[in-house]
């Protein structure tokens, strides 16, 4: 069967979108709708899979709203919202829930990085947490998602919950009409020289709001200023840059900076070192600062300015709820009949 294609992805409302957030998810988004329907969603579920203040929420749904409008993402040509307004995101990661299988989950990386070692402690949505994000995917019968590398994983089990679901009930799919299969196997898309960006103060290390260094991040609301003492704080070693990528591979720190200097610039690597290698880490890094401020300063401003007009965030959200649910209900008739409830 055919599919129509279609991008989903999401971004988790956690407060202080960074640097890291810009490269390895939303420029892509913003690239994939000259090609594709896009649905974009403030996943606003998965962010309570961890305690979240009831009274930051709402703040941190728009901020990320705002940064998708404010880094290009047109919300009139393609969807925007936050997931909680769609209830059949929920109802279709329980069925989900009964498709997926334990032992799928207990291999899961991110589950055990982020439980740690109090994993007794863990909510029991932070371990179904792929379910979910299959459900996100899959009622929008979603062919293309943007993902960075640690995500990865949840990619390749929604399709294999997409695959059992559509083994499961390969008869009642065929007797309702919806030919062999009913869920497509998504595909990821995984673009660009720094697709996971690292600190700034330690290059083995995801870039993270959690770091309690601000000097570990770029914040999208940063200043000119801000961004310049970061990049100039950043850490790196005595060594010149090298003249081929291949040098990068034991520097860690040197590979950050030149991989977010490509990205900001649409360039690969070895462009980069084309032109730096040899050089002085403090030449490099003032042409860095110099583009990050010209990336990513208008950004910040806009964010700003559409943060002060809350009522226009939400609408927009209220908007794109409405559009997707249109689009979720459909699947979740149909997902209903395939799997035999009865309903009105």
Known sequence: MAFKERVFSGVQPTGNLHLGNYLG?????????????????????HAITVWQDPLELPKATREVTAAFIACGIDPQRHIVFNQSQVAEHAELAWIFNCVARMGWLNRMTQFKEKAGKDRENASVGLFVYPNLMAADILVYRATHVPVGEDQKQHLELARDIAQKFNNDFADSIRAHGHGNVFFPQPEPLIQGPATRVMSLRDGTKKMS??????????????????????IRKAKTDPEPL??????????????????????????????????????QFSTFKSALIDLAVARLGPIGAEMKRLGRDPAYIDSVLADGAQRAQVIAAETMKAVKDIVGFVRS
Do not use: H, M
């Open 25 to 45: 998810a939303i420029t892509k988004f913003v690239a994939l709708q000259e090609r594709y329907d896009c649905i974009y969603c403030v996943v606003d579920l």
């Open 209 to 230: 709001k959690s770091e309690p260094s601000d000097y570990s991040r770029i914040n999208l609301t940063d200043d000119a200023d801000a961004i310049a003492q970061k």
């Open 242 to 279: 090298p003249s081929e990528e291949k040098g990068l591979e034991t520097r860690p720190e040197a590979d950050n900076l030149v991989g977010i200097y490509a990205a900001l610039k649409g360039t690969s690597k070895t462009e980069v070192l084309r032109e730096f290698g040899g050089g």
